[in-house]
């Protein structure tokens, strides 16, 4: 399925930031209640830091830890935070959350340590041990939609 063209429903994002707004006082089940609406989401998106040929994830590297591959919850924050690096939008792509989260794990067997959400935005992360589990909570892919060509 061509992934170019396809966003998240508009309500499920911002299901997922109320979420994190209310996760803040809510300790490690604040936490689980993001993974789980971000799991709820149809596509996952990334920023290719590499070429259409060796695609290379955008990571952070926080300090004493292995890097942190960045999702984003929507093609917009992905997009933002792709110009924040001095890229355009043809570096953002999408992947719809089960190949998401096989992405992800397969990226934890090379190295990586974990996934961040929204970064800087959200910024939730969780190493990828836990990455495993989420599959768990998928949902159905009707989550998702075409965008109109007036969007993209």
Not at 101 to 125: C, K, N, Q, T
Request: one cysteine or more; hydrophobic letters at 50%.
């Amino acid at each position: 399925m061509d992934t170019e063209n396809l966003d998240n429903a508009p309500v499920l994002v911002a299901e997922l930031d109320r979420l994190h707004a209310d996760a803040a006082g809510a300790g490690i089940d604040g936490e689980i209640a993001v993974w789980k609406a971000a799991t709820r989401l149809g596509v996952w998106f990334f920023i290719n830091r590499g070429t259409d040929d060796a695609v290379v994830p955008y990571a952070v590297q926080p300090p004493g830890m292995a890097p942190v591959v960045c999702v984003y919850s929507c093609r917009e924050r992905a997009a933002a935070a792709a110009a924040a690096l001095g890229q355009g939008e043809d570096v953002v792509f999408g992947l719809l959350t089960p190949k998401a989260l096989e992405y992800a794990l397969a990226l934890g067997e090379r190295g990586g340590g974990g996934i961040v959400l929204d970064h800087p935005r959200i910024g939730l992360w969780t190493p990828m041990a836990n990455v495993s589990r989420f599959g768990a909570w998928l949902v159905p892919q009707s989550a998702i939609r075409r965008v109109s060509a007036d969007e993209a």
